[in-house]
Nanobody, 124 residues
Framework: QVQLVESGGGLVEAGGSLTLSCAAS????????MGWFRQAPGKEREFVAAITRNGRSTIYADSVKDRFTVSGDNTRNTVSLQMDSLKPDDTAVYYCAATRVIGDVTQEGNYAYWGQGTQVTVSS
């Protein structure tokens, strides 16, 4: 079992930055691929970024590439999402998720564990 708790959301002006954190329980954290997803009002949840086991590779949605950075700290069992140059379109509830499935990490169906989400609002 893995429990995930997100933090760091809030209100920021367009062009600003926020850092989201996800704290994970479980000694096997290092064996999971960690993903970030988001869901805007009236829209389906979409993939944002992921960091694979041991932090060997990162993957980003085209919409956030070069603006967001995902990183992990296995000593603290945390994964972070640094969000820069934020746009109003980035407004959403952001979710942290964990998976052991070796497959397409952009697909939410491959993730077994989810956090409760944290709200990010970007004003224009």
């Amino acid at each position: 079992q893995v429990q995930l708790v997100e933090s760091g959301g809030g209100l920021v002006e367009a062009g600003g930055s926020l850092t989201l954190s996800c704290a994970a329980s479980g000694r096997t954290f290092i064996t999971y691929t960690m993903g970030w997803f988001r869901q805007a009002p009236g829209k389906e949840r979409e993939f944002v970024a992921a960091i694979t086991r041991n932090g060997r590779s990162t993957i980003y949605a085209d919409s956030v590439k070069d603006r967001f950075t995902v990183s992990g700290d296995n000593t603290r069992n945390t994964v972070s999402l640094q969000m820069d140059s934020l746009k109003p379109d980035d407004t959403a509830v952001y979710y942290c998720a964990a998976t052991r499935v070796i497959g397409d990490v952009t697909q939410e169906g491959n993730y077994a564990y989810w956090g409760q989400g944290t709200q990010v609002t970007v004003s224009s």
